[in-house]
Nanobody, 123 residues
Framework: QLQLVESGGGLVQPGGSLRLSCAAS????????IGWFRQAPGKEREGVSC????????NYGDSVKGRFTISRDNAKNTVYLQMNSLKPEDTAIYYC????????????????WGQGTQVTVSS
């Protein structure tokens, strides 16, 4: 059974950092591209970042470029989202998602989703 579990969320002050983790179980993560999404109350779900199976292709939403970095450790079956210079508008539930894909594909269409982790940026 394919399962994704996000962790690392919490409360942080503006300007602070968090690292989110997306751990996979029941399947080999290196067969899948991984995306991070977020959804704030009253807003539509937004694509934050994605990374290809190979790790060579990445993409970021305009609102997080230069502040967030996605990476993967296939040996640990985990993908990370390093979030720096956090702003109050980054407050949302963050989800990771997996899509079986070609080696260098990185996009915004995913079938398998985790349950999410809350990130709150506030002073």
């Amino acid at each position: 059974q394919l399962q994704l579990v996000e962790s690392g969320g919490g409360l942080v002050q503006p300007g602070g950092s968090l690292r989110l983790s997306c751990a996979a179980s029941g399947f080999r993560l290196d067969d899948y591209a991984i995306g991070w999404f977020r959804q704030a109350p009253g807003k539509e779900r937004e694509g934050v970042s994605c990374i290809s199976r190979s790790g060579r292709s990445t993409n970021y939403g305009d609102s997080v470029k230069g502040r967030f970095t996605i990476s993967r450790d296939n040996a640990k079956n985990t993908v990370y989202l390093q979030m720096n210079s956090l702003k109050p508008e980054d407050t949302a539930i963050y989800y990771c998602a997996a899509e079986r894909a070609s080696s260098h594909w990185c996009g915004w269409r995913y079938e398998n989703w985790g349950q999410g982790t809350q990130v709150t940026v506030s002073s």
